[in-house]
């Protein structure tokens, strides 16, 4: 069983940065695929990265590439999405999920054991 909580979103203004962290409990964190997804209002729920178990790979999708970062540590079962020069069109609750079988490249929100409870990320124009 894994729990993920996220934090660290907040209202930014456009162009500013947030990181985003995801904490995980369980002993098998490093065993677990993890990604990041993002709903904003009244749109579909999408895809935003997603990092191997190891850390060695990270995929993102082709709206943030450039811009976002994710991260991991396995020793403290942490993962992260660093956010930079941020657009309001990235203002959503953004959740971190945990995928125990698939490659970074593969997982989606169905395929993913756990999910977080979400945080908000706010960019004003």
């Known amino acids: 069983q894994v729990q993920l909580v996220e934090s660290g979103g907040g209202l930014v203004q456009a162009g500013g940065s947030l990181r985003l962290s995801c904490a995980a409990s369980g002993r098998t964190f490093s065993s677990y695929t993890m990604g990041w997804f993002r709903q904003a209002p009244g749109k579909e729920r999408e895809f935003v990265a997603a990092i191997s178990r190891s850390g060695s790979s990270t995929v993102f999708a082709d709206s943030v590439k450039g811009r976002f970062t994710i991260s991991r540590d396995n020793a403290k079962k942490m993962v992260y999405l660093q956010m930079n020069s941020l657009k309001p069109e990235a203002t959503a609750v953004y959740y971190c999920?945990?995928?125990?079988?698939?490659?970074?490249?593969?997982?989606?929100?169905?395929?993913?054991?756990?999910w977080g409870q979400g945080t908000q990320v706010t960019v004003s124009s």
């Open positions: 999920a945990a995928d125990r079988f698939r490659a970074a490249s593969m997982i989606t929100w169905d395929t993913c054991d756990y």
